[in-house]
């Protein structure tokens, strides 16, 4: 249908063709990967005063205090040449206390609010610092390799690592050989981190098994407890039902940037295209648009899909559907396996964006 055809019963002066991801094979230089790794659109305007510490937790007063100042002290070792010069130098400068801090606490405590806060206060350039999830890391170096991954950020003064995932012993010890030469090369560290898989049950994530998994990067983290309500017992919020293909369809047509794609289509194109570019995926996109919602087959899919989910979130894109809701997208055996912390946060944030996209449907 080209981009002056209406849909029936629609005005051809209002309306174009949708977009297609499935359209879309993003080719992202590396600088690109790389200059994208910073707090999200939503965490853009975050900073320690706009946290609002629970005055009936003391750890979350503190934790701003501890964090602030860790900001101050990442003076000048890259902003003067002297990080890169340690390559050539006999003996590397050793630094003094822990060059890391690892938020842990439970959910909804504002760990996320807090790592993106350290990176603004951070005195450097937005070139010398990267802010990333677990799994853009992974993805960055599966894009540029391991030694190239090395060498592009051991200049930078500060990498913040959120949701570092304990989940894949292969990707945890290629992360944390990764952060040992980064650690070598001066870069200074922080991260939060997921729940391991069989303690989804217990209070908060505990500092000890975090420091454990990375053992030989121990002595570099200041373990920061963030005491406050772990918001996981409110369960899952339920999903708004979806709607049929026609209502998403006129939606597509009616809507400035919006995609419109038929969701298994999606889920094989999504095979094709690296998960370090589903962010390139979704540039311009204003609105996704799916029909044909269904289960999604197997565990390979499914975390590409949470990939993607992430990124669409990263960005507050809607997205509209029809099919099943998204609260049964994955089956029981994938909710009670090892990547259930992965499947429950991608249902809660599709259906987010799910109910965002309530308004792109005419009444």
Known sequence: MSSSTAFPGQSPLAETAPLSLCAREPHVPADRLV??????????SVRFDTYVPDPNQPSQSEAVTVLADFAAGLGGAHATGAGRRRWFSKKPAAPAGPRGVYLDGGYGVGKTHLLASLWHATPAEPSLKAFGTFVELTNLVGALGFQQTVRTLSGHRLLCIDEFELDDPGDTVLVSSLLSRLVEAGVALAATSNTLPGKLGEGRFAA??????????SAHFRPLRIDGEDYRHRGLPEAPPPYDDEQVTRAAY?????SLDDFPGLLDHLARVHPSRYGALTDDIG???LTGVTAVPDQSTALRLVVLA??????????????????????????????????????SRLTALARDAKGLVAQ
Request: charged content about 30%; glycine content about 8%.
């Open 35 to 44: 200059a994208e790794m910073v707090p999200p659109p939503r965490f853009d």
């Open 208 to 217: 000890a098994d975090f420091l454990r998994e990375i053992q030989g990067l």
């Open 254 to 258: 009616a809507t400035p940037g919006a």
């Open 287 to 289: 609105a996704v648009c």
């Open 310 to 347: 992430d990124r669409l979130y990263d960005r507050e894109v809607p997205v509209l559907a029809s099919g099943l809701s998204f609260d049964r997208l994955f089956s029981d055996e994938m909710l009670n396996g090892g990547y259930r912390k992965k499947y429950f946060r991608a249902i």
